[in-house]
């Protein structure tokens, strides 16, 4: 039984928070889902929420996350403030099942690229 980087009861707060950054970057920012995929999947953030550092799972909003997504990768993005909705979007809703995959696969967000 291999163990998980975070305990199951930061999970549902996990996959609140990667949800609403998805959200936030696509709905909010404007952003083209690709775009924000892609900076997620290189970005130094998504693995340490990959390795359940607190501050990723639990100790941040959605839109901080994505701002630090953004910003680390140099994604071009013109800041707004905070929004997150009680509707939930098809992004909302990647976000939140791409935080259980992660958590229940043990995989890492990071795009294999061949590089090593």
Excluded at 13 to 33: E, K, N
Excluded at 65 to 91: C, G, Q, V, W
Aim: aromatic share 12%; net charge negative; glycine share 8%.
């Amino acid at each position: 039984m291999a163990i998980r980087a975070y305990d199951e009861i930061y999970l549902s707060g996990a996959q609140r928070i990667l949800g609403d950054a998805a959200d936030f970057a696509v709905i909010s920012l404007g952003l083209d889902p690709d775009t924000f995929g892609n900076a997620l999947a290189v970005s130094s953030a998504s693995r340490q929420f990959a390795n359940g550092n607190p501050k990723y799972v639990a100790g941040m909003n959605g839109c901080e996350l994505a701002r630090i997504i953004l910003t680390e990768t140099n994604t071009s993005f013109t800041d707004t403030e905070d929004a997150m909705y009680l509707d939930k979007s098809p992004e909302y809703r990647s976000g939140w099942a791409l935080a259980f995959y992660q958590w229940h696969s043990f995989r890492s967000f990071i795009l294999n690229l061949g590089l090593s």
